[in-house]
């Protein structure tokens, strides 16, 4: 796939469906993009309600179960996709990010032989993932991605990462961490995230901090500090992984030599 005119087109040189949305902002030079699930009944209902005015929300593209495409907004332009969210001092990541809803029901209830949407919709056990979400503790059940949707998203990624230059790839869960599971532990987060942001490095993230930071043994307050904390404001980290909002780092010297390991909090160090 490639990019022309901030549309998508297939190899052979065709758009792909094109369906507006009213729901849109003003320009935007993304830097991330963001990953959805839709929790509605079907692709063709999600493109429905986004292009709806009332629905006060959109988003660039919506990927089928079979893998199939829908372009809602531009590109360059901010589509309503992420609400009230921040990452690492960004706040309002609508203004930086491009997002991707994948046509999946998310979180069902009931348990094994009855497995249930919200919307009424029962499930075989073929299609749920029985995971626990990575921030709680209780397994429940998930809707399984399809095959041909996950190739279509990471082809989509490849596509936007050489054209727009982004710098990585998160989950709505990670700039919206207290009101938002999507897209939840049956999409393969890492793996989607190595593939693409891996494409574009050829060393180590290198980060600054952006105030007096703890730095800590674990992801999360939970843990001890380190002697180190806290790290003082434009210390210089490097990260090669990450929880969540939490970034596994090397506390660097003046000479770029690691002093130390441990996790802090990504709201307060942004690239270097």
Avoid: C
């Amino acid at each position: 796939m490639h990019i022309k005119n901030h549309r998508l087109h297939t190899d052979d040189g065709n758009p792909v469906p094109w369906r507006p949305s009213p729901n849109t902002g003003g320009a935007l030079a993304p830097s991330y993009l963001i990953m959805h699930y839709t929790a509605g009944s079907s692709a063709e209902s999600s493109v429905a309600h986004l292009t709806k005015k009332s629905a006060k929300a959109s988003a660039h593209l919506v990927i089928a179960r079979d893998g199939s495409i829908t372009q809602l907004v531009p590109f360059n332009r901010v589509a309503w996709h992420a609400g009230k969210s921040r990452w690492q001092g960004r706040k309002g990541m609508n203004g930086h990010s491009i997002g991707i809803e994948l046509d999946n029901a998310g979180q069902l209830t009931g348990g094994p032989g009855h497995w249930k949407a919200w919307f009424g919709r029962t499930y075989d056990d073929a299609d749920v993932v029985v995971a626990a979400h990575r921030f709680e503790t209780e397994e429940k059940g998930w809707h399984r991605y399809t095959e041909a949707q996950l190739a279509a998203a990471l082809e989509v990624g490849e596509a936007l990462f050489d054209k727009y230059g982004l710098v990585d790839v998160l989950g709505h869960d990670d700039i919206a961490p207290q009101r938002k599971t999507d897209p939840g532990p049956a999409f393969p987060m890492d793996a989607f995230r190595s593939r693409l942001v891996g494409r574009q490095q050829d060393e180590d993230d290198v980060y600054l901090t952006t105030s007096r930071l703890n730095v800590r043994e674990g992801p999360g307050v939970g843990f001890d500090k380190l002697p180190e904390s806290p790290l003082a404001k434009g210390t210089r980290l490097r990260s090669d992984s990450r929880d969540g909002i939490w970034f596994s780092v090397e506390v660097l010297d003046e000479a770029d030599e690691a002093v130390a390991t441990g996790w802090v909090h990504g709201d307060y160090i942004v690239r270097a």
